[in-house]
Nanobody, 123 residues
């Protein structure tokens, strides 16, 4: 099995910064894309930023220039540096990844989500 553990959410004033981190654990062979999504109450889960194993990144238009995604392949982790935060960034943020892993005598691939971390930006 694979687990994703997130950390770093919290309450911050508008204009402030937060850094989210997510680490994957398990008998992992490789990780393809890693990403961060967010969801507001009653809203759909939306992609915030993604990064491939080669380091190519993509961002939602609403966060370009403010958020930076990075990953550490040796630690199977991904981070999201969020600067110049706005009240509209308030949401639960989820880490997501596609993983190739070992279980029993076989090799499997799967898509996994973190437990979610609350980010609240006050005006």
């Amino acid at each position: 099995q694979v687990q994703l553990v997130e950390s770093g959410g919290g309450l911050v004033q508008a204009g402030g910064s937060l850094r989210l981190s997510c680490a994957a654990s398990g008998r992992i062979l490789s990780i393809n894309t890693m990403g961060w999504y967010r969801q507001t109450p009653g809203g759909q889960r939306e992609l915030v930023a993604g990064i491939t194993s080669g380091g190519s990144t993509n961002y939602a238009d609403s966060v370009k220039g403010r958020f930076t995604i990075s990953r550490d392949n040796a630690k199977n982790s991904v981070s999201l540096q969020m600067n110049s935060l706005k009240p509209e960034d308030t949401a639960v943020y989820y880490c997501n990844t596609n993983v190739k892993y070992v279980r029993g005598g076989g090799i499997f691939t799967g898509n996994y989500w973190g437990q979610g971390t609350q980010v609240t930006v006050s005006s």
